[in-house]
């Protein structure tokens, strides 16, 4: 039977109604179905982006006419991959033909399994396995955060790099594998998941010692062409292509590759090579010269942290429906028509980005970051987004005040946290705040980072660098320390899943942490007022059971009881919005 478009308008309802009642398992089971019903629907997907971003779902399977909903919309514009991610490597994992090798990974011991899941998957056997195109779309758009699926796709890795070494080398029949249409195609997919995730995977002395193998065939190749194609894959699926000698030729020639391949060289050797001249364009406001500045520069240098792919846009404009909980009518009129936002710490330029289309084309908003290559990024990606009302500039948010500018809104999220003294760049973002200007705030609560808190004391007592192999041999350990409770909790997190997300999760090189009486102390010594957080809709309804006046939404001690019940309120970081003084 065919299902009338009115059915899937239903279920966006039924999703729409869950959602606000507290009930997001019943939200994106509706959901789901509604994209289902009316594939690449964008509202379904924006609605579903929302729901599931940064949910856990265990035990949720999946009809077939879902898994083709899941697989478009992990490559829908309207999207964000990441929160599909979860969802699709849960479902591959759980049902053949992928359950196969799942399955015998989770069977024989550690890395056994994972070299017989990688032998079948790469035989003619696991053809189907290995062309699934959910797979093929959650290894290009998303990062994976699923540890077993993990374990398969290193053990693959393992036997495409020893393949393509040996085919170099001109070693019989090791070619034939890559010959395969979906081998190739799997490699180009898997080698994009490499990409994204940094190289994050644990890789053994024997495949680094191939990996150079590998550098030294292409090294010969003046000219790279088609018939280099293994070799090209099995070094990006191990190492930026960007730093191969032969990363201009490649680019060059990427015509002369395969649709896929010339993807991943557009990917990985374009954009970076883009991102590095726009970054050297950008401004120097203010060199940083605070010692703790300088370091964490360095650590965004090397890892600039969050590299995303997609945006789901907000309102072009909507900016007083987020402000209108917390601010009054006539607060929010001072702020202006088009105010003028500060994005203080923008990183990689998602949330200045998300700004600059939510304050409207007429708002100027200046984004300010220390790192150029994370700056590089932004730029990079606010063109892609066509926006033209965002600037963006080098500089300290501590010598912000010396460039005398004043500012309606200012938005911090997850920066002065990793400042020598938050509360010393707190009052610097507060010199520049217009007079009842609106702040943003996102900073680590200490309860719901319990566990990282734990991790990152232990690993610090290890005294361990913070290069990739370090980084890598870390997570194994935790990855695999069953049993230690703080450990198993950490290990879940999506952040774990990338090499830079680990170095900001585990390895910052500083992190304060707060709970309300401190957050409340932080506010009142720069004068701001606390207006409320930005809550997650089963949150407020679950304060507002114990709480039912709304006055005690703006009472940090009443949070200080919610929170010590529900410790992971926070988990996503206290994110506030306060008013300047007068
Ligand atoms: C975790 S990232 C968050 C980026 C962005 N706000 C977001 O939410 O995606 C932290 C960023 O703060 C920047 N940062 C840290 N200290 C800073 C300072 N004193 N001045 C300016 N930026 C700073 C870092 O360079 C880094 O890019």
Redesign the pocket.
């Known amino acids: 039977m065919r299902a009338a478009p009115g059915d899937a308008e239903a279920r966006l309802l039924l999703a729409r109604a869950a959602a606000a009642r507290g009930r997001p398992a019943e939200a994106i089971a509706a959901g789901l179905r509604a994209l289902a019903l009316a594939p690449g629907r964008a509202d379904a997907v924006a609605l579903l982006s929302a729901l599931l971003a940064g949910r856990r779902l265990e035990g949720l399977t999946l009809e077939p006419d879902e898994v083709r909903a899941v697989t478009a919309a992990l490559r829908h514009p309207e999207a964000d991959p990441q929160a599909f991610a979860g969802l699709a490597a849960g479902h591959l994992t759980a049902r053949d033909p992928f359950g196969h090798a799942a399955r015998l990974a989770a069977g024989a011991g550690a890395g056994a399994g994972g070299d017989a899941a990688a032998a079948w998957l790469l035989s003619p056997k696991g053809r189907r396995a290995l062309a699934d195109p959910l797979l093929a779309a959650l290894l290009e758009r998303a990062i994976n955060t699923d540890p077993q699926l993990e374990a398969v796709l290193t053990a693959a890795r393992r036997r495409l790099l020893e393949a393509a070494a040996d085919a170099a080398q001109g070693a019989d029949g090791a070619a034939a594998l890559w010959h395969r249409r979906e081998v190739a195609g799997f490699a180009a997919a898997l080698a994009h998941q490499a990409l994204s995730n940094e190289f994050v995977f644990a890789e053994t002395p024997e495949e680094t010692a191939r990996v150079g193998a590998v550098a030294d065939a292409l090294a010969r190749r003046a000219r790279p062409g088609r018939g280099d194609e293994p070799v090209v894959l099995a070094w990006g699926l191990y190492r930026p292509l960007d730093r191969l000698p032969v990363a201009d030729a490649l680019l060059a020639a990427r015509a002369a590759f395969s649709p896929a391949v010339a993807a991943l060289i557009d990917r990985a050797v374009g954009e970076r090579r883009e991102e590095a001249r726009l970054g050297e364009a950008v401004p120097d406001l203010l060199p ?1 010269r ?1 010692a ?2 300088v370091r ?2 360095d ?2 240098e090397e890892n ?3 590299r995303w792919t997609r945006l789901r846009l907000p309102r072009p404009g909507g900016w007083r429906d987020g402000l209108a909980p917390f601010f009054a009518a006539d607060e929010l009129a001072a702020l202006g028509p088009a105010p003028r936002v500060l ?10 980005i998300a700004a600059a289309v939510r304050y409207g084309p007429e708002a100027e908003v200046l984004a ?4 150029r290559a ?1 700056l590089g990024f932004a730029v990079r990606m606010a063109r892609h987004h066509g926006v033209g009302n965002l600037r963006f500039a080098r ?4 010598d912000l005040p010396a460039l005398g500018r004043r500012f309606d809104v200012i ?5 002065l946290h ?2 020598g003294d938050p509360a010393a ?1 707190l009052r610097a973002l507060v010199a520049c705040l217009a007079p009842g200007g609106a702040m943003r705030l ?1 900073l680590y609560s200490a309860r719901a980072r319990r566990h990282v808190g734990a991790v990152r004391a232990e690993l610090a007592a290890d005294g361990l660098p913070t290069t990739p192999e370090a980084i890598r041999a870390a997570r194994q350990a935790l990855l695999a320390s069953d049993g230690a409770p703080a450990r198993a909790v950490v290990a879940t997190f999506r952040d774990v899943f990338s090499l830079s997300g680990c170095r ?1 999760l585990l390895f910052h090189v500083q992190e304060h942490r707060f709970d309300p009486p401190g957050l409340a102390a932080l506010l009142a010594g720069a004068g701001l007022d606390f207006r409320g957080f930005v809550l997650a809709p089963e949150t407020a309804a679950a304060f507002a059971r114990r709480f039912p006046e709304p006055a005690r939404r703006r009472d940090l001690s009443a949070w200080a009881d919610f929170e010590a019940r529900h410790p992971d309120t926070f988990a996503g970081m206290y994110d506030v919005w306060c008013r300047g003084p007068a």
């Not at 994005?343 to 200045?352: E, I, K």
């Not at 300010?368 to 790192?371: C, E, G, I, N, T």
């Not at 938005?411 to 920066?415: F, I, K, L, M, T």
């Open positions: 940083a605070d703790v500045s964490v520069r650590q965004y600039p942290y969050p994005v203080a710490g923008c990183g990689t330029g998602r949330q200045a300010v970051d220390l790192s994370s500089a300290d948010l501590l938005e911090c999220s997850g920066v990793h400042l760049g996102a900001d």
